[in-house]
């Protein structure tokens, strides 16, 4: 299963400036999205299918500066309340019960997740094509906004498959493949340069601008047909697509004058999606 190393994307977090402005843009959120949405999911997720008494490792790809390590240390019984999704339950992530572990390809934000969240769990540098730990040694893995940094989601999900024990669970939060238009993903980039299926250069996020990165405008059946192809899995997986905002879709026109206008289409737009799937019971 063992991917043979081969050279990958460059990781614009290894960039000291970038990994900077990242830290710092993540440590100002406040009642951000990631509160809001990802979060309340993750912790449900975490809640899901889990047997009480039993300790869970669990691994974090991409893992960033650690902020969702912070998760881990919820009371057993604390409520979350999805304000975004009118709906509530019970975190159901009993901290004793877990094992976190994250991993980052940037050793700035590494560094910054050592210092951030001491107690809770352990980080380590690494890739995510080629990570430290032994064939099925965690329970479940998550990661946040890391696929669509990727170049090679297939190297990367056979990776993460190796690491993942049978029947072990996954949740993977990235771009959603559909808001890929211009007026989305693309309109978050300053002066972006388009190549193939990647986008570069500066990008707007909700407290900076990241000097450089790139994202990777996988389509959904490129990244459903790796994810089957690594899990042997495909019947719980499935594209989750929460509400985000209000985007606009503004389509040029003219009119019997021949003058330029505007037409301008507001609808929901979730820029992200959530998938969700397990590792096939057989895989040996
Ligand atoms: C958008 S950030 C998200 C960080 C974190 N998950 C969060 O929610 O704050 C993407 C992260 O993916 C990491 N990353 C990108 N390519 C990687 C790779 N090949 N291996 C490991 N980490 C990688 C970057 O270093 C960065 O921390």
């Not at 072990?168 to 959603?176: C, E, K, S, V």
């Not at 693309?186 to 994202?215: D, H």
């Amino acid at each position: 299963m063992k991917h043979t190393m081969q050279k990958h994307e460059s990781n614009y977090f290894q960039i000291k400036d970038v990994a900077r402005q990242w830290i710092n843009s993540v440590e100002s959120e406040k009642d951000s999205f990631r509160d809001k949405v990802i979060y309340p999911k993750i912790v449900h997720w975490l809640g899901s299918h889990h047997s009480s008494g039993i300790l869970e490792k669990i691994l974090d790809v991409g893992c960033g500066q650690g902020i969702a390590s912070k998760l881990m240390e919820q009371e057993t019984q604390a409520n979350i309340i999805d304000t975004n999704n009118d709906w509530w339950f019970r975190s159901a992530v009993p901290s004793k019960e877990l094992a976190y572990c994250g991993i980052d390809g940037s050793s700035y934000l590494i560094k910054r997740a050592k210092e951030n969240y001491p107690k809770t769990c352990e980080f380590m540098k690494a890739s995510v094509y080629d990570m430290p730990f032994e064939d099925k040694y965690f329970d479940r893995l998550f990661s946040i906004n890391l696929i669509m940094h990727l170049e090679n989601p297939e190297s990367a999900f056979d990776e993460m498959s190796r690491v993942l024990k049978p029947g072990g669970r996954f949740l993977m939060i990235t771009a959603n493949p559909t808001r890929y238009s211009y007026f989305e993903w693309y309109n978050m980039f300053i002066e972006p340069v388009v190549t193939k299926n990647r986008i570069e250069g500066k990008i707007k996020i909700p407290n900076a601008t990241l000097q450089r990165n790139s994202i990777y405008t996988h389509s959904k059946n490129r990244i459903a047909m790796a994810l089957g192809n690594a899990f042997k899995e495909s019947r719980d997986k499935s594209f989750f697509v929460q509400k985000y905002s209000t985007t606009y879709t503004i389509t040029p026109l003219r009119n019997p004058k021949n003058e330029r206008y505007f037409n301008v289409n507001a609808y929901k737009a979730p820029l992200f999606c959530a998938i969700e799937g397990y590792k096939n019971k057989e895989i040996n």
